[in-house]
């Protein structure tokens, strides 16, 4: 199984401050990674697929790199309505087992 | 815009069958270009992806759950639904459904989600 691991736990800042996510996967997942938000009680919403394209309707202050292991998900400059917790996704295997980060809980310093 | 919206016991005894039902509106499940997953979160853990069903009634399960699981889909009524047989406390989770884009192979990832429904197992 390959194991998503998102670091830090929890991240504190400031509106209007820049957000720096990481999610690291076990064995290579290629670009093959997909960017979640979710606030409680509400639907998750698709960030970015295939490691740095934004979904339908996504603010372009959200962008997503990297490849193999290593995943970045920026925020650049944040707003009120961007403090949730945020999953990344690996979709790299076949037959599909898609797994799932523990989580980054972006909170208001 | 397609709406999924999951409905179900919101408790189950243990070693009973845990049935959950996932509603689609806005957009039909036979399309043909979509696959339809569950995924679940036990409190305080991660997202834990369960299976999904092509339109064909084509599945793709997690292993770890593959003997227990069924996912079905009723296209008449637009609704895709899981049972998970044998439950124990560990199952007790939000379980989520989901819609992925990508036609017969998927895509991977999931563009659009319900809110979830908690389900506890408990006697």
């Not at chain 1, 990344?88 to 076949?94: I, K």
């Not at chain 2, 659009?112 to 006697?123: A, D, F, K, N, R």
Request: aromatic share 10%; hydrophobic share 30%; charged share 15%.
């Amino acid at each position: 199984e390959i194991v998503m691991t998102q670091s830090p736990g929890t991240l504190s800042v400031s509106p209007g401050d820049r957000a720096t996510l990481s999610c690291r996967a076990s064995q290579s997942v290629s670009r093959n990674l997909a960017w979640y938000q979710h606030k409680p009680g509400q639907a998750p919403r698709l960030l970015i697929f295939g490691a740095s394209i934004r979904a339908t309707g996504i603010p372009a202050r959200f962008s997503g790199s990297g490849s193999g292991t290593e995943f970045t998900l920026t925020i650049s400059s944040l707003q009120s309505e961007d403090f949730a917790v945020y999953y990344c996704q690996q979709y790299n295997n076949w037959p599909p087992k898609y797994t799932f980060g523990q989580g980054t809980k972006l909170e208001v310093q | 815009q397609v709406q999924l919206q999951e409905s179900g016991p919101g408790l189950v005894k243990p070693s009973q069958t845990l049935s959950l039902t996932c509603t689609v509106s806005g957009g039909s499940i036979s399309s043909g270009t979509y696959y339809w997953s569950w995924i679940r979160q036990p409190a305080g853990k991660g997202l834990e992806w369960i299976g999904r069903i092509y339109t064909s009634g084509s599945t793709n399960y997690n292993p770890s759950l593959e003997s227990r699981l069924t996912i079905s889909a009723d296209t008449s009524q637009n609704q895709f639904s899981l049972r998970l047989s044998s439950v124990t406390a560990a199952d007790t989770a939000v379980y989520y459904c989901a819609r992925e884009p990508g036609g017969r192979l998927g895509a991977g990832w999931l563009d659009s989600w319900g809110q979830g429904t908690l389900v506890t197992v408990s006697s």
